[in-house]
């Protein structure tokens, strides 16, 4: 019986939250008919959780897996492939494990994976991904030539169902683990200040048009009173003007809040790669032809020097009204 | 120390969208007019590595592998001019429209052809397809270890020490030799050939090795044996539907924005 496979990853006791987007995914294709949804997690103490939010069937490999690298992790996943008959897989792609596990997965099994697809469908009960290429000039959609079909998705790609307590499933145990030949020797958390960037439903970013990295003072107010976080395009970035952490786009973050204010981004498809999910978009830009103001719900086309202080004004005042 | 390292030519990632053209039919990117294909941006990184790792253990030999069409010449004859020894094309007109997972195929068995070596590095991903997978897929199919999204390598105790690039900050790991490290962008600068390196690098030799040398079938090569089938490649179109805001004054044009904003409830 086929199926689908999400792999589910812990981080700090807590399963990542890539994975429950994975499994609204593997819910809608369930529907089209890819057969049951599984989840693979470390941990038996997540598996209530993975339920509810769309597992028909939870595995249970041991905790110790969690943070380890790839190849700890395949025994594992060949053993709930080989249980669930899945001929789906599903997983984020994180640099702490996806982004290696994919393509390992991939090569072991002598098949192909699809990483950082942005849509994914069934036609004649076989995956077809859609996938953006060429720095976000370009989308190509593929299917795949061997019986396992792998896709990873970026954070925030696909949306998590809500949870439901009242859904029920299946838990199984599987005692495998392998023994990574990379030994990890230590890790390093940089905490950003305030909402972090991925999280945020709101996003004030800013690109080279702004002219002067000072202006990031002015966005990071916005941010603040929207409670929201400041992102940034990669040319503000390669310019030095704010931290590489927070750019936005296809070699930074994924980011999709409910608004977007791109002030003074031209909108190079490298960046709309990484925003182009946000709901709302508004566009600040002296350009009327820029990619940005295409895209987005409401524009001013103008000087931000002279729109953004009347803007965060006014909404100082909205506020105020409560 | 011997280091193989892997590079790519690809088209312009600069290509502004409006020269960027792609033809649906044959599924393939029309070469943008005087805009030359360049080294993929990671790749040079990773030369730099080499060279780093090289000096360090002083001696050794930094080789180049390239697969690609005669003009990924110039991707070697780059990584050349940095410092890089020996180069070799992978060319055959069977490579014409293969997939990564392929060109992993082909890369493994030129790796294997070349014999020696205790490390392989490639960049974090190439920037035309950004997939990222031929790191992993060629230490996959060598049976070694792969690291990818490496900030930092070093050599310790005859094993390769990286600083990986985390979703939100770094980790270190240490790995047996050998292995295939993928290099990201927070390595740092690659250093630029100087005019004399770059003349040093045209007497350089370039071997040439097709199919038939790394053993491979045409049942394994061309488009209709790719494991990633491609079904369509187009450029994305979109249907503007953008209000302007319209009033005398920009500080006019942004009470009116935070109002609609207001009113939409979004802020």
Redesign the interface.
Known sequence: MPGVLVIAEVADGKVLPVAFELLGAARSLSAEGAGPVSALVPGQAHAQELIARGADVVYVAPEALAGQ???AWLPAVDAALEQSGADIVLLGQ???LG??L???L???H???????VVALKLENGRL?VTR????G??????????KLQIASAKPKTFDALEPDASRTGEVKTIDAIGQS??????????ESEGVRLEDAD?VVAGGRGLGDPSAFTMLEELAKL?RGAVGASRAACDLGWYP?SSQVG??GKTVSP??YIAVAISG???HMAGMSGSK?I??INKD?EA?M???????????YR??????IE??KK??AQG | MNIIVCVKQI?D?E?P?SS?R?DEAAKK?VPAQGIPPVVNPYDPQATEAALRLKEAAGGGKVTVISLGPESARDAIKHALAMGADEGILLNDPGFEGI?N?QT?VALAKAIEKVGQYDLILMGRAA???????VP??VA??LGI?????AKAIERVDGKV?VT?????????????LPAVVSVS??FGEPRYPQLRQIMLAAKKTVQVWNAADLGLSPDQLGEG????????????K?E??????EAD???????I??????A?K??
């Open positions: 690298m790839y190849d994180t640099a702490s982004r290696d994919g393509p390992a991939a090569f072991t002598r098949t192909a994976v699809a990483p950082e077809r953006p290429c060429y720095g000039n370009a989308r190509a959609e593929h299917t795949f030539a061997g030949r990379i030994t990890v020797l230590s890790v390093e958390k940089v709101v929207l590489p296809l070699t409910t608004l190079a498809s490298q709302n508004v566009a009327p990619n103001v295409k895209v987005a719900k409401y524009a001013v086309i103008d000087d002279k729109v953004l202080p009347a803007f006014e909404v909205l506020k | 088209p990632p290509t969208a960027f792609v990117v997939d997972f992993a920037a035309d397809w950004d997939m990222g997978v992993m897929g996959t199919l270890p792969c690291v990818s999204i020490r990986r690039v985390l979703d939100d900050g770094f980790q270190t790991v240490e790995a047996p962008n927070e044996n790719r494991w990633l089938k491609l079904e369509a490649l187009y450029v994305p979109v503007s539907k953008v209000e302007i805001i004054t920009p500080e006019e044009k942004a009470r924005l935070a109002q609609k904003l207001r939409d979004l802020i």
